[in-house]
């Protein structure tokens, strides 16, 4: 243990004193400040708040990642490289020791630096509305939609198989199934057209969706949606009527204990807009419903359909410094895995070789979710040997995008505990481990000493 | 354990990227160093020595064949808690100064704090780093940064130590206090195994030594019996008259043989350690290590049953020159003058005030002196004595040595 914390803190000795960190701390000392006056985003507090957090917290994030790989890489190599380790490694310390002891020191580097950027970040968020002087209006948006951690429940995709399976044999039974096409396409085909009969409204037709469990903590809530429809309208904007309230009240008619929100709103067609409605229509057992209609206003042809992410419900379930907090966790979870990484390439490869390797992983993780998105659009030879190869390969790698610390912050969404220790678990507890254990296996079988004769 | 470091036919191949056999740097080597003895590893470069050292070391993985080192493997901890080593040169990390980097390496061994610290000011004095200790290491000179490879290599006070080119980078001065150090730790019962191709270092220190060409050993044996010329005589005296010269000359054609006559030079190492000195007294400044002759007193003396052992055999040999001559062979009688020879040697040099008289010639003059009836007499009359407490002690030593780390560790804990 002791011999642990000797090399832990001399990694952290070097780190600092071979000024790798220092750099990045000064450049980062510098540019986050620096941000702070110069995000204006839309001008509204709202969009200086959101622009400042979103490169505040990507710079950081980024940074500190490169230092992690380069600052875990640097302490392995240079003490192999220039021979430091014959002195160490022939002192009572076992190999995995010191492997622990570097990786150990480079974690507490980077819990330090990061709790010193966050804060500097969160005093300055916290701090600029005062430094803006913003409008009444401006602070109320801003406490709304950003100085909040909001839940958000989405419209799951209905089942509609039995109904699409009544339908094909109805077709079938007709004889009116078209030739020369397989079944698995006509039934591809109907799943689609039913679901989207049930996201789609023609003029005066309601459309009704069920939440539970909604508990918001503020005074309002939000319905967030977009609209897509079937023929454009001159202005590009339709009319729809919302309504809002106890579930039990819009599908058995008995009577509400609650108000019911009712009103006709004016959108324009293919963008997110957000309503806001008194938290206290929603019932106390936390089952809302909500419902539009659409407006006889519009013209007749006008249908209005939902896309399949295009309706949630938001509401505020924690507050801002604690999403901050785990969304900070999320960070180092990602920095963990780095410096894991870092060591396993250092193990095995001399500096520049490792800094690669650990940039192109690094980089290939970052964009995971769009490199396996893109499979499924490769031709169906090509797209199998991705499939049974490099996909496999990419799906062990930790998802960073997913994980993205700018998603949950921007739009003030909740990071729940539960995705945190999901994301904790995976990428830390089994792939960041799993690396490190390889990584001490190969350094327990390798030859320290270069070959000179 | 029979002996300190043993390697059975060791060898290290070094192959091309196919897995060819290349090079063979290391060549079915047996390397026996005894307890107690300095043992000189010579060769010229790319021999194998260091191979050789990495190897037991843990460093290389031996192709074939394997070694022992204080009976048990080179990368074991508790092994290691009691070696030092001091590679071919000082790799240190640059950005810390003298006093960290020994305190890094005492917290390795899970020093206490406070044995630590008594141990790193200890060894500054003793290397003479003491006034630059908060320099960063990285703006040291070779010999200073040697000097720091030293003291890491001591402070855990090591029943074994192996020095790979240990005066590679110092001044004359340096290389004469690494020797006497290496005297006094051998006095003080360790074992000391070294590899150098400077002759002078190795013949001034070493009991034994091998010689290495192409990772084989071509002769290895005791410095005496491989240098002694057996045909030959030498006769030192105080400046005489030429007429006595004469008289000599006349004897030795009498007995049919030749003689030459001339006054015996100083050695340049003298001379130089003497003029360096001089300045020293005269307190001119340097920025650079100075010269001590002080020695870590952590750095353990021989055990107390075996002073016991040296008051029941009531004679002024030395402990090592006992165990040496009982341990497995018969010893040549001249060996037991050896550690005399040394302890006048070092008393000698630690009074740096009258440097005058030259090491070498007082080498040579206890060399050519009868040495058979000195010692073995007194050895015959104890020699079931010590027979009998010579096993006993040994045993306790070995129980102590392995106590050893284990109080280093709780007294961390």
Redesign the interface.
Known sequence: M??I???AI?TI??AL??KVAVVFTILLLVLLPVLGFTATGDETLKGRLQTFVSYALSLTSFLLCLLTIIVSIYTVTSDIE?????????????RYQLMLGKLIGVIVLDVVLLCLFTAIIYTITIYMPKFTKASEQELIEANNVFFTARASLNVPEEDVSRQVANRYNELNTKGELPANVPRDEIIAQLTQQAQLARRAAVVGQPLLWEFKNVKPLSENLFIKFKYDVSVNPPDSQVWGRWFAGDYKFFQYGTQSKTPIYEKLHKHSVRDFHEIEIPAEVVPEDGHLAVAFVNDPQNNREVAIIFPPDGLEVLYKADSFTSNFIRVVLLILFRLIFLACLGTLASSFLSFPVAILFCFVVFFTASFSGFVLESFDFLGENIGAVYSYSLKWVIQLLPQFDKYNPSKFLIPAQLLTWSFLTKCALLMVCIKAFLIFIFSLVIFRYR???R??? | MEYAVETFSLTKIFSDWWGRAKVYAVDNLNLQVRHNEVFGLLGPNGSGKTTTLKMLLGLLHPTKGKSLILGGEGTDPKINARIGFLPEESYLYRYLNARETLDFYGRLFGLPAKVRKMRIEALLDMVGLKAVANRAVGTFSKGMARRIGLAQALINDPDLLILDEPTTGLDPIGTRQIKDLILKLAERGKTILLCSHLLADVEDVCDRIAILYGGKIQTQGRVRELLQQTSKRQITTDAISDTAVEKIKQIVQDENAECEVASPMDKLETFFIRTVATAQQQAQPTSGAVSTTKIGDFLTEQKAVENILDKLVSAPISRRAAAESTATEKVAAAESTRPQADEQLLSKLTRSSEPSESQAVAREKIQTEPVEATTTGQEQVREDILDKLIGESDACRDQDKTEKPQAGDSGDA
């Not at chain 1, 220039?82 to 076992?94: A, F, S």
């Open positions: 002791h011999s914390r000797a090399v001399n000795k070097q004193r071979m220039q021979r430091q380790i014959y002195t160490v490694i022939t002192k009572p310390i076992r030859e320290i000493a070959i000179t004769v």
